[in-house]
């Protein structure tokens, strides 16, 4: 849930509404952020580079429902000052190459599965996001190739992107009838530059050569409540 702040309505506030919106906002956040200790989700909050957005709420629920309500809240949260400049919805899955045939799956096996149906967010400094689909052209149509020619690039793929392990972490999540891209891809690192490298590396794999389509990238830096409400306790920081 990508959002642009609308300073100019904050500036033009009073004191009193704007300690009313900054307790409203405390609250909500605190609430975000409970869903890790109860572990019912995951959130993130991030600040978000450039000039497509503002801040990132990151949020891994269970149900569309949930997703849904946080949506509203936030929309309400503040004199309309958070106005969503971009957003995207999926749901995380097991991917059709990855999957292990055999019927018995080892215990370690087992937790790698849960692991990334219900991901926990890593504590990284900084986080990257893009969609992306699979070509439907002629000459290069994904889905008219055969399942193991598709396993086979998908593998290649996978052996590349784990040349940086231990350096970044990725969230794949599947968009198909839920948003206008198919997968949506979540990069997390300590270093911004990881995200520069790992995707120039797969972008020479055949899989990304070929059929590859992708969106707009957002990169952004975690951020802690506190951090997020100092922006607006301090007018010089928004001039």
């Known amino acids: 849930d990508f959002r642009r702040v609308c300073w100019n309505r904050w500036r033009d506030l009073s004191d009193a509404r704007r300690q009313h919106v900054l307790n409203n906002i405390s609250a909500l956040l605190e609430k975000f952020e409970n869903v890790d200790r109860l572990k019912t989700g995951a959130f993130g909050l991030f600040a978000v580079a450039g000039h497509r957005a503002d801040f990132l709420f990151l949020q891994l629920r269970s149900t569309l429902k949930e997703i849904i309500d946080l949506e509203r809240a936030l929309d309400c949260v503040g004199e309309d000052l958070f106005v969503r400049s971009h957003s ?16 018995e799956l080892s215990a370690k096996q087992q937790q790698a599965i849960q692991a990334r149906l219900f991901p926990v967010l890593p504590a990284t400094k900084y ?4 969609p992306m689909n699979k070509l439907r052209q002629q000459g290069s149509n994904w889905y008219l190739l055969p399942l193991q020619e598709r396993q086979k690039l998908m593998k290649e793929h996978g052996m590349s992107g784990r040349k940086f392990a231990g350096r970044v972490t990725q969230m794949i999540s599947g968009a198909m ?6 997968w949506g891809v979540t990069l997390f690192a300590d270093n911004p530059v990881t995200f520069k490298q790992v995707v120039a590396t797969m972008r020479f794999d055949e899989v990304s050569a070929r059929y590859g389509e992708f969106g707009p990238f957002y990169v952004g830096n975690r951020i802690h409540v506190e951090q997020f409400l100092h922006l607006f306790d301090h007018e010089d920081s928004v001039a």
């Open 177 to 182: 009838g839920l948003d206008d891209w198919e």
């Open 88 to 103: 995207f919805v999926s749901v995380v899955e097991l991917s059709d190459y990855t999957q292990d045939s055999s019927s």
């Open 127 to 130: 986080v990257c996001f893009y």
